[in-house]
């Protein structure tokens, strides 16, 4: 994973109102459990919560290096979800 400074210019998240997105990655089962591999580019994920997210946002590294986005709007996070993780329905 390429390395992003999560906290540049990013406002002070409340963890009790905002919405997290976690991004899993290959190795704690992305694959196994049906994401895409295409869902993990980490820097495309950050410039579309730049252009598109309407409240405001966050992300960080999780203890084990994994990203979280934060959203203060659910609206923003349900919109990210749907753009990062397209499910096919069969």
């Known amino acids: 994973m390429a390395s992003v400074d999560f906290q540049k210019d990013r406002p002070a998240l409340d963890r009790q ?3 997290c997105v976690h991004i899993l990655d290959e190795l704690n089962g992305a694959r196994s459990r049906g994401f895409p591999p295409e ?3 980490i820097n495309d994920m950050l410039t579309w919560s730049d252009k598109r997210s309407k409240g405001r946002w966050t992300a960080e ?8 986005f934060w ?5 923003d996070a349900i919109q ?10 069969l």
Request: some cysteine.
């Open 71 to 75: 959203f203060e709007d659910q609206t």
């Open 39 to 41: 869902s993990r580019r």
């Open 61 to 68: 590294r999780d203890h084990d290096d994994t990203p979280i």
């Open 17 to 19: 109102t905002w919405y």
């Open 80 to 89: 990210f979800s749907l753009k990062w993780f397209p499910f096919k329905c």
